[in-house]
């Protein structure tokens, strides 16, 4: 399990969390409490699966036990009642437990909440062994934005050398994690808590955010069945590719890694060709409505060639 980091408190093993009682407020799904409950004994804590989570008076602190949706509906709830959050992953699909902002989902948008790092981040061995592995690989998704977001980066501001250093490093493990046979999701915390922690030394937590995520948050209106934040982003990196104009070798180094795990499957599945030709064609405008500008879909808006090549790369993949 990774050592704690100069800001990320992390600690290991839900015995650490001390008794669990009346003074805590549980904030969790019901999928992810089946996982969790016969590990983690909740005696007489009050268990909240629902949207939005009051805490009654006299609670003492918050514990989220969950993926992404559970951090940050808890990240919003401590922040609006001022009481220590304690984030418990069940899955690393995400950077969601260990970040200190919560995205939320408003009409077409996400927004922002800057909601402060949690007071710590709970990791136990056991109760993430406990999820399908598949889970944890799609945090693959989020670590590898950043190569995307750095070049979306570059075309609106300075990035200093340090950081660019440290994006093209967190790149690079994240890629040789992909070869290991039998991935440990502690390494994959790591890499998170690199990520993150990299984010906040810009001064805004999230640098790693560009094109993909954009592009991924008006997917995920479109799509019935929301898949995986990180199937979506993983999906949307070949667009990306050609959108940036990766050199090819880039491209191919990318695509081999994720082909290793699965993770190389085109986006035609989740959205036919005709439809993300059309959501192409309005992302500029939803960027630029939104505040988006960190984009090449701003900087650089693609030509009709660049962009029926990008539909060919959503259809057919790397
Ligand atoms: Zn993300």
Redesign the pocket.
């Known amino acids: 399990m990774p050592p704690t980091h100069d800001r990320i408190r992390v600690i290991e093993g839900l015995d650490r969390l001390g008794p669990i009682g009346r003074t805590d407020l549980v904030v969790t799904s019901p999928r992810a409490w089946a996982a969790a409950a016969p590990l983690l004994g909740a005696g007489a804590a009050r268990i909240e699966t629902g949207p939005a989570p009051v805490p009654d008076a006299g609670t003492t602190r918050i514990l989220a036990v969950g993926a992404g949706a559970v951090m940050d509906r808890a990240k919003v709830a401590a922040a609006d009642a001022g009481l220590p959050l304690l984030t418990v992953p069940t899955l690393l699909s ?2 969601a437990a260990f970040s200190p902002v919560a995205a939320l989902r408003v009409g077409d948008a996400v927004e922002y909440r800057e909601t402060g790092l949690p007071d710590a981040v709970v990791l136990d061995r056991a109760l993430l062994a406990a999820a399908p592995p598949a889970g944890h690989r799609w945090s693959t998704g ?1 670590l590898l ?1 950043v190569e995307s977001a750095v070049r979306d980066r570059l075309l609106a501001h300075q990035v200093d050398e340090p950081l660019l250093r440290t994006a093209r490093d967190l790149v690079d493990r994240t890629l040789a994690g992909l070869h290991d046979e039998a991935p440990d999701p502690s390494g994959t915390a790591a890499l998170l808590i690199a990520k993150v922690e990299a984010g906040l030394r810009t001064g805004d937590a999230w640098f790693e ?1 560009g094109t993909e ?1 954009y592009l991924a948050y008006q997917l995920e209106q479109e799509t019935d069945a929301v898949p995986w ?1 990180g199937e979506l ?1 993983l999906a949307l990196m070949p667009v990306c590719a050609v959108l940036q104009e990766w050199a090819p070798e880039r491209s191919a180094r990318i695509a081999d890694a994720l082909r290793r795990r699965g993770l190389d499957r085109p986006g035609a599945r989740l959205l036919p060709a005709v439809d993300f030709r059309r959501l192409l064609a309005g992302a500029p405008g939803y960027c630029a409505a939104h505040g988006l500008t960190n984009t090449v879909l701003l900087h650089r808006p693609p030509t009709a060639a660049r962009s029926e090549a990008a539909v060919a790369a959503w259809e057919g993949g790397w």
Do not use: M, N
Request: aromatic letters at 0%; charged letters at 40%; a negative charge.
């Open positions: 995400t950077d989020d934005s955010e995520h934040h982003l």
